[in-house]
C-alpha cells in the first residue's frame, strides 16, 4: 500500500543550523512527493513537490530530492530562521489513488535565536 | 498560486446544534476535495473526499449521516457537523485539487470548532 513514515519530532534547531527531516515512503506505483508546511492555527502550505526520480523540489531555501533507489524525500535548508518554525508535513499521491494523499505525522520545528 | 478560501475559521457553539463549514477554490475548478480532521500536535485525518455532482465516499469510521458533505459545485464544498457534541470539537481543514494526476492539492486555513 501507500504510507509515508516520516523523523518524529520535536526537532529543535538554533537560528542558521543546518536541517534535515528525513522522510520515507512505500508505494504502488509511481509516485510523487511534496512537503506541506503548516504555521500554528493555519492550514497546509505546499513548500515543495518533485514528480519523478532524481527530481530537486526547492522553495523558500528549502530543498528535497526524490531518491527512488532509497524511497526517500528527505527535506533540507542549510540556514534555518526563526520565522522556519512550524510543522512540516511530508506527503504523496499515486496516480491510482484518485488525488488522494498520504501523510506523515508531521516533525515539529522549532527555532530559537 | 491556487487559492481555497475556508469559513469559518473559528466557530464555538452549544451542545446540538449544527454548523456548516464553507471550502471553495478561488481561482481554479476543484474537481476533488477533501476534508480532513486534525487533532492537537497530530497529522491530518482524511473523513471523505467529494467530487463535484457526486456523493462523497467516506473514511472507515465516519459516520456520514454526522457529517454532512455536499460538493455541489466546481468551486464549493460544504461539511455540516449535524448535532454537535463536544467530542466533536476539533480543526477541520478542506483542501481541493483539479482533475490531472499528481497536482497538488491546496488546502484551506482551517477552522477550529468548539463545541460547549
Known amino acids: 500500500g501507500n504510507s509515508v513514515t516520516q523523523m518524529e519530532g520535536p526537532v529543535t534547531l538554533s537560528e542558521e543550523a543546518f536541517l534535515t527531516i528525513n522522510c520515507t515512503y512505500t508505494a504502488t506505483g509511481y509516485p510523487s512527493l511534496f512537503w506541506y508546511v503548516q504555521y500554528p492555527g493555519e492550514g497546509l502550505q505546499l513548500l515543495l513537490k518533485a514528480t519523478k526520480a532524481d527530481d530537486k523540489g526547492s522553495n523558500k531555501g528549502f530543498e528535497a530530492t526524490y531518491r527512488k533507489e532509497t524511497t526517500s524525500f528527505h527535506l533540507e535548508k542549510g540556514s534555518v530562521q526563526v520565522s522556519d518554525s512550524a510543522v512540516y508535513f511530508c506527503?504523496?499521491?499515486?496516480?491510482?489513488?484518485?488525488?488522494?494523499?498520504?501523510f506523515g505525522t508531521g516533525t515539529s520545528l522549532t527555532v530559537i535565536p | 498560486g491556487a487559492v481555497v478560501s475556508q469559513h469559518p475559521s473559528r466557530v464555538i457553539c452549544k451542545s446540538g446544534t449544527s454548523v456548516k463549514i464553507e471550502c471553495r477554490s478561488l481561482?481554479?475548478?476543484?474537481?476533488?476535495m477533501f476534508w480532513y480532521r486534525q487533532f492537537p500536535k497530530q497529522s491530518l485525518m482524511l473523513m471523505a473526499t467529494?467530487?463535484?455532482?457526486?456523493?462523497?465516499?467516506?473514511e472507515q469510521g465516519v459516520e456520514k449521516d454526522k457529517f454532512l458533505i455536499n460538493h455541489a459545485s466546481l468551486t464549493l464544498s460544504t461539511l455540516t457537523v449535524t448535532s454537535a457534541h463536544p467530542e466533536d470539537s476539533s480543526f477541520y481543514i478542506c483542501?481541493?485539487?483539479?482533475?490531472?494526476?499528481?497536482?497538488?492539492?491546496?488546502f484551506g486555513d482551517g477552522t477550529r470548532l468548539s463545541i460547549l
Open positions: 481561482d481554479f475548478q476543484a474537481t476533488t
Open positions: 506527503a504523496l499521491t499515486t496516480s491510482n489513488t484518485g488525488n488522494q494523499f498520504y
Open positions: 467529494s467530487n463535484e455532482g457526486s456523493k462523497a465516499t467516506y
Open positions: 483542501s481541493a485539487t483539479g482533475d490531472r494526476e499528481h497536482q497538488p492539492q491546496h
